[in-house]
């Protein structure tokens, strides 16, 4: 009997392995979508923008609005995360269904471009932390790879580099801002956009609504702050979701070939924490989890938890989960570091095998 026949290649043990892991989640019912459970969620989303409509109605023309931005900003952020997992195919057995449900909820309500980000965060999802592949870590603002570091030559450049992570929660608050002005122009690109006439259609409703809404309301002072507070808070509150997931992982360089299940592993955070975090970061906690198995419904995504560290460990794959507060530490750090000679961002072990 030949070699081949007794003993796995490397990439078809890799396959293997995570067949074996798609196996368990699959036995578990752990994929099953959950049609009812967000139907009830979509609803209360409903029910929350009538009810923050009527109270800018009915208050008026008073400063009190501002604690309505300050709701507002949960709100939406909440319905983004709804929009989120149906365009993650989470919600409903249709692709149709999903699709247009994430752009009812993205555009209509939250006001954001489904079509962009959908391209953006697919990039994202198929090559996490990989240097010239993952979107998410071609900032302008921050510099979060070698590159980046390295373009920051002069000496206000370097100052900024080596305090950067000190900058990352102030910036946070123009992140609303920079996420409808994104919206606006993907949709005015010349880039194929696969339902652009409606995008254009419920943005333009979404965002003319909203300020003829305030400004109607309210004076031009009062409304300018109520905008403020409520596209600052909504920023803050989507960066500090989604940054504490890969933001300080390993990089890996941009020819690595990794198989899927140590690319997501190894380029993922938890993050650790009861219930109540997984309303708070809208499942996004559970990442390790949601880049395996992105079509997972977030309410079994912590069921999922325990199953995948249980494989990760048989297999020495490292298996990242710590506190909120803890990843926080670990960004601002790595911010603060990414420049410095001496600091080897392929740090993990296992990622250091796919180097060129």
Known sequence: MSTTTTTQRPRERAVSDFTELTKAVQAAGLMRRRPGHYTARIAGAVVAMAGLVTAIVLIGDSWWQLLVAGVAAVVLTQIAFLGHDAAHRQIWNSGKANTWTSLVLADLFVGLSYGWWQHKHTRHHAKPNQIDADPDIELEALSLTPERAQARTTPLGRWYLNHQGWFFFPLLFLEGLDLHVSAIKRLKSKEPLEH???????????????????????????????????????????????????KGMPLLPKNAKVDFLRRQVLTSRNIRGGRWVDVLMGGLNHQVEHHLFPSMPRATLRRAQPIVREYCEKHNIPYLAVSLPKSYAIIVRHLNTVGRPDRDLFACPITALYRA
């Open 196 to 246: 652009r006439a409606v995008e254009v259609a419920m943005l333009a409703v979404r965002l003319g609504g909203a300020l003829a809404l305030v400004f109607t309301v309210m004076s031009p002072l009062k409304g300018l702050a109520f905008f403020g507070i409520q596209l600052g808070l909504f920023g803050f509150y989507m960066g500090a979701s989604f940054a504490p997931n890969h």
